[in-house]
């Protein structure tokens, strides 16, 4: 089991950056999971935004994420960061980070919220026109 905390959410203006960080607590280490990051605005759906594989080498993104997101790990420091470039108003929400405990890899589908079993509470993340 692992706990995951976020952090690095905030207000931001259209076209500004924010760095999002998932710190992991767990008994083992990260590097057996495979990361995800999703998020949920207002009246929708959590939605998949990338995910990051077991050793950090392999980059999954959606859509609506690829050329302004990039996530990475430091599985030392049992975290997982999301880079958000570039961001617009519909970037407004909330960002979760997830853990998938069997560290599986299935790019480039997108991932579903049923395929990861930790989550830790969200950062928010407003962005301003």
């Known amino acids: 089991q692992v706990q995951l905390v976020e952090s690095g959410g905030g207000l931001v203006q259209a076209g500004g950056s924010l760095r999002l960080s998932c710190a992991a607590s767990?008994?083992?280490?990260?590097?057996?999971?495979?990361m995800g990051w999703f998020r949920q605005a207002p009246g929708k759906e959590r939605e998949f935004v990338g995910e990051i594989s077991r050793s950090g080498s392999n980059m999954n993104y959606a859509d609506s994420a690829k050329g302004r997101c990039t996530i990475s790990r430091d599985n030392a420091k049992n975290t997982v960061y999301l880079q958000l470039n570039s961001l617009k108003p519909e970037d407004t929400a909330v960002y979760y980070c997830?853990?998938?405990?069997?560290?599986?890899?299935?790019?480039?589908?997108?991932?579903?919220?049923?395929?990861?079993?930790?989550w830790g509470q969200g950062t928010q993340v407003t962005v301003s026109s």
């Open positions: 997830a853990a998938d405990s069997r560290g599986l890899w299935q790019a480039p589908a997108p991932r579903t919220v049923y395929e990861y079993d930790s």
């Open positions: 767990t008994r083992t280490s990260i590097s057996i999971y495979t």
